[in-house]
């Protein structure tokens, strides 16, 4: 479904993504984790053309959309809940999922907001406040409630987790798995939490500096030494 | 209070005016935060435009006048149009990202390319036209001062008023209007959700530059002279207007037009007309000093 090859990015000079590889198939959770500055958010927004990769190709559903206008990548059924949530501020809840559902045809959009707040019945309440004043982890939920509302083959996540309870980080990875099991949507998760995100996938890959260390079955990579080592530590198995 | 009425009802149809101007200015600085130096160049192409088509349909031999009206006004729209989402392909769009001066400057030579344009185009001379519209109706009559509010300044009103909830509820409620907000909040998010930001700022810059045209079409018929030159000032009054309403507010644009409309009026009939600019001007600048936003603009602060 999403297939990355060899993709190279810059911020002027600094090269943010040294010739990286991955494979997204259809129907897939597959998680990303790494360092910061790894190199993940950078992937993400490569994949909308946000920059523009400088070098190798990707493609989704068999179409190269290297060269496409992000607004292109995104009709053809990509959406992302980016790095920061980036809700519109002066938007109100029910606005901004209005936005989501820009790229799908208008006769969806009630069934699609009820079921968005299937999944978070908490942003039913908050429906008519602005998105600036809801707090970080109601913007999260809409962030990727609004992602969900253009009825995405492939969600792009970008740590999702972040700044949100604990209880609701465990609500959330099940309603990331709902969404994959129940709508048929393949997800490419970044996460932080990789206890929970790579127990989630079923493939995963680390990033360091811009490039894919490392690679293999959720499983796998969980039960790998050196990725305890580096990104389990600290008890996060427990939780 | 006759002659207070007169002037009340003089300053409303001139802040009609300035405010279709500034509405173009606060929308465009919404978009792309950025002043358009050229729109006041906009609106007297739009002016010129509305008084060629006057001389073509008199030619033509329309001559019911509402049918001209309406004739004038779409094409001066449309013409107009054309102008402003070339003055943005050409002076903004290939300097996005580029420092902030660059287009501001680049809007700065489209605004003097566009003037002496129409200066070898059109002459330099003053251009008059034959009184399209005449008459009006007496409200009151008192100790021989009547106040009369002609046809073309009704219309001018109503005509503002009536843009201005079609514009209120196009940004409101409209794919485009939502757009143009997401554009306005967050440009790079807006892309991610599907807006075609280019498209949508072009769209910005025509629907400013048809407002502007309508103020064009407005200010030929009312005061019957035009050159090439009327751009300058009229854009220098509704950027204060814009400013003075809160830059990025479409209401403050309004309220901002209406205000130095009616300030003009008032200082011209009470104190001197050589001053009334000074007086616009001065109270732009208290205002600044103590609502530095604007009447209705907001502080750029924001919870993320
Ligand atoms: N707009 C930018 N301009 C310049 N450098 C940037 C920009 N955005 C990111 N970088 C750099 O690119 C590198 C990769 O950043 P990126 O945001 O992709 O990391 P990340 O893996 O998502 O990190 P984190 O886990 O902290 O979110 C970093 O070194 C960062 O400093
Ligand atoms: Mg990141």
């Known amino acids: ?239 | 209070m006759a002659y207070f009425t007169q002037q009340l009802i003089n300053g409303l149809t001139l802040g009609s005016i300035y405010g279709l101007i500034a509405i173009g200015y606060t929308m465009v600085y919404g978009i792309i935060g950025m002043i358009n130096f050229a729109h006041g160049e906009i609106y007297m192409l739009g002016a010129f435009i509305a008084i060629i088509t006057f001389l073509l349909l008199g030619l033509a031999g329309v001559t019911f006048v509402p049918l001209v009206l309406l004739l004038v006004l779409i094409l001066s729209m449309a013409f107009t149009a054309v102008y402003g989402w070339t003055l943005e392909r050409m002076a903004y769009r290939p300097l996005r990202g580029a420092p902030r001066l660059a287009p501001l400057i680049s809007a700065i030579g489209m605004s003097i390319f566009l003037q002496n344009y129409v200066q070898i185009l059109q002459g330099a001379r003053v251009k008059p036209i034959q009184p399209v519209l005449t008459g009006g109706m007496v409200l009151t009559q008192t100790e021989g001062f009547a106040v009369t509010l002609s046809y073309l300044q009704l219309i001018i009103i109503v005509l503002t008023v009536v843009l201005m909830v079609a514009f209120s509820l196009l940004i409101g409620k409209t794919k485009l209007g939502r757009a143009q907000r997401a554009c306005e909040q967050d440009r790079a998010m807006a892309a991610l959700v599907g807006v075609n930001v280019d498209k949508t700022i072009a769209l910005t810059f025509v629907m400013g530059a048809s407002l502007a045209a309508v103020a064009g079409v407005m200010v030929t018929l009312y005061w019957g002279v035009i050159d090439f030159f009327i751009g300058f000032l009229a854009g220098l009054k509704a950027f204060t207007a814009a400013v003075l309403g809160g830059i990025g507010s479409l209401p403050g644009a309004m309220l901002g037009g209406l205000l130095i409309g009616l300030i003009e009026a008032f200082w011209s009939s009470y104190f001197s007309v050589e001053y009334k600019d000074v007086a616009s001007f001065s109270i732009l600048v208290l205002v600044l000093i103590f609502m530095p936003y604007g009447l209705l603009g907001r502080p750029e602060i924001e919870k993320v």
Do not use: W
């Open chain 1, 1 to 239: 479904m999403l297939s990355i090859q060899g993709v190279h990015t810059f911020y002027g000079q600094i090269e943010a993504l040294k010739g990286v590889d991955i494979e997204v198939q259809e129907g897939e959770i597959v998680t990303l984790i790494g360092a910061n500055g790894a190199g993940k958010s950078t992937l993400l927004m490569t994949v909308c053309g946000n920059p523009r990769a400088a070098s190798g190709r990707i493609y989704f559903d068999d179409q190269d959309i290297t060269g496409l206008p992000t607004h292109d990548i995104i009709h053809r059924g990509v959406a992302q809940a980016p790095e920061g949530r980036r809700i519109f501020p002066r938007m109100t809840v029910i606005e901004n999922l209005r936005m989501g559902a820009l790229s799908t045809e208008d006769a969806y959009f009630d069934d699609d907001v009820a079921s968005v707040f299937n999944l978070f019945p908490l942003l039913h309440e908050r429906r008519n406040q602005r998105g600036g004043t809801l707090s970080g982890g109601e913007q999260q939920m809409l962030a990727i409630g609004r992602a969900l509302m253009s009825r995405p083959k492939l969600l792009l996540l970008d740590e999702p987790s972040l700044g949100l309870a604990p209880m609701i980080v465990k609500q959330l990875f099940a309603v990331i798995k709902e969404i994959n099991e129940q709508q048929g949507v393949t997800i490419f998760l970044v996460e932080q939490n990789a206890y929970h995100a790579l127990r989630l996938a079923h493939r995963g890959y680390v990033m360091a500096t811009g490039e894919v260390i490392m690679a293999g079955t959720g499983a796998d990579l969980l039960a790998n030494p050196r990725i305890h080592a580096a990104y389990l530590e600290g008890g996060h198995q427990g939780a």
